[in-house]
């Protein structure tokens, strides 16, 4: 029997965790911070040799599923934090999907090498080979995916910061030539986002409002106080009116800029929100000045 060393699986572990964590952040079209998916990957290796030794020595409790469906939780919180449930669960069954898909290509990658294979665990140092190997398809398939994927993943990308009542959300956006929304008050651009997008945002009162509650009685509901107001737009499916607010700060793609952010009722597609034409939205560095005293005096 070979010996395994606590360092080599770990490190085996980590890079397949880290693979996972990539792949379920890319396909999720949402953003991550590359510092986030190390510490989850290596609460993810951290876990996975605890389990392998806790099973040698006759304690299987740490590969029981309750143990292990709060280690990916807690793996999934470190990686990427908590936006909503609904962003954490559509994250969470990505995640294992891509696990089950890198775990077949590395199975597969081990057959055709023609190693040691034995109760559906592919050992080192064949393991390494086939991880390799399983990751470079994985990764193939991720950048086709990308290529094919349409326009939310190449160019068409932007990336969102708001800023509200001391909160931030943060989030990718598809730049859409069709989203023609303006403020009718003063002319800004207008981000339309799912609620997901804008969870971090506001409360769980809040939120539970901006779901049950019509576009009229949301703005009634919150006033004008928080710079909320309608903004009425024309889509295929007719006219509707939409509930916005005004962001103490916005950023798109790092530049500030001056937009209202309205609430789209249904999904948006692939990514949670929609970037149309920035021009004019862009603050100058007097503006962005004034913004900042404003809010220091508030």
Same mark, same amino acid.
């Given at each position: 029997?070979?010996?395994?060393?606590?360092?080599?699986?770990?490190?085996?572990?980590? &890079?397949?965790?880290?693979?996972?964590?990539?792949?379920?952040?890319?396909?999720?079209?949402?953003?991550?911070?590359?510092?986030?998916?190390?510490?989850?990957?290596?609460?993810?290796?951290?876990?996975?040799?605890?389990?392998?030794?806790?099973?040698?020595?006759?304690?299987?409790?740490?590969?029981?599923?309750?143990?292990?469906? &709060?280690?990916?939780?807690?793996?999934?919180?470190?990686?990427?934090?908590?936006?909503?449930?609904? *962003?954490?669960?559509?994250?969470?069954?990505?995640?294992?999907?891509?696990?089950?898909?890198?775990?077949?290509?590395?199975?597969?990658?081990?057959?055709?090498?023609?190693? =040691?294979?034995?109760?559906?665990?592919?050992?080192?140092?064949?393991?390494?080979?086939?991880?390799?190997?399983?990751?470079?398809?994985?990764?193939?398939?991720?950048?086709?995916?990308?290529?094919?994927?349409?326009?939310?993943?190449?160019?068409?990308?932007?990336?969102?910061?708001?800023?509200?009542?001391?909160?931030?959300?943060?989030?990718?956006?598809?730049?859409?030539?069709?989203?023609?929304?303006? =403020?009718?008050?003063?002319?800004?651009?207008?981000?339309?986002?799912?609620?997901?997008?804008?969870?971090?945002?506001?409360?769980?009162?809040?939120?539970?409002?901006?779901?049950?509650?019509?576009?009229?009685?949301?703005?009634?509901?919150?006033?004008?106080?928080?710079?909320?107001?309608?903004?009425?737009?024309?889509?295929?499916?007719?006219? &509707?009116?939409?509930?916005?607010?005004?962001?103490?700060?916005?950023?798109? =793609?790092?530049?500030? *800029?001056? *937009?209202?952010?309205?609430?789209?009722?249904?999904?948006?597609?692939?990514?949670?929100?929609?970037?149309? =034409?920035?021009?004019?939205?862009?603050?100058?560095?007097?503006?962005?000045?004034?913004?900042?005293?404003?809010?220091?005096?508030?």
């Amino acid at each position: 029997m070979r010996a395994i060393y606590i360092d080599e699986l770990f490190l085996l572990n980590f &890079a397949v965790d880290y693979i996972i964590l990539y792949l379920t952040a890319t396909f999720s079209a949402l953003p991550y911070r590359r510092m986030r998916l190390l510490l989850g990957a290596a609460v993810g290796a951290a876990y996975s040799v605890a389990a392998y030794f806790a099973e040698v020595y006759g304690v299987p409790v740490a590969s029981s599923l309750p143990i292990k469906l &709060a280690a990916g939780a807690l793996i999934l919180l470190c990686a990427f934090g908590y936006a909503s449930g609904a *962003v954490f669960i559509r994250r969470g069954v990505l995640m294992l999907i891509t696990s089950f898909l890198l775990g077949g290509l590395a199975y597969a990658a081990g057959l055709m090498l023609g190693g =040691d294979i034995s109760g559906g665990v592919i050992h080192a140092p064949l393991a390494v080979r086939a991880v390799l190997i399983a990751a470079a398809l994985a990764l193939g398939l991720c950048g086709a995916f990308s290529r094919g994927g349409g326009r939310e993943l190449a160019a068409g990308r932007a990336e969102v910061s708001l800023t509200y009542n001391g909160r931030k959300a943060e989030f990718s956006a598809l730049r859409d030539s069709g989203n023609l929304l303006r =403020d009718p008050l003063d002319g800004s651009p207008v981000i339309v986002c799912t609620i997901d997008a804008v969870a971090p945002l506001f409360d769980r009162d809040e939120l539970r409002m901006m779901r049950e509650s019509s576009a009229v009685e949301l703005v009634s509901a919150l006033g004008s106080g928080g710079g909320w107001r309608l903004i009425p737009c024309t889509t295929a499916a007719g006219s &509707a009116m939409l509930a916005a607010f005004r962001p103490t700060e916005a950023e798109v =793609d790092g530049k500030r *800029v001056r *937009v209202m952010a309205a609430l789209s009722p249904k999904s948006l597609g692939a990514l949670p929100a929609l970037v149309g =034409d920035m021009r004019g939205a862009k603050l100058s560095g007097r503006e962005v000045t004034e913004v900042a005293d404003i809010r220091k005096a508030s």
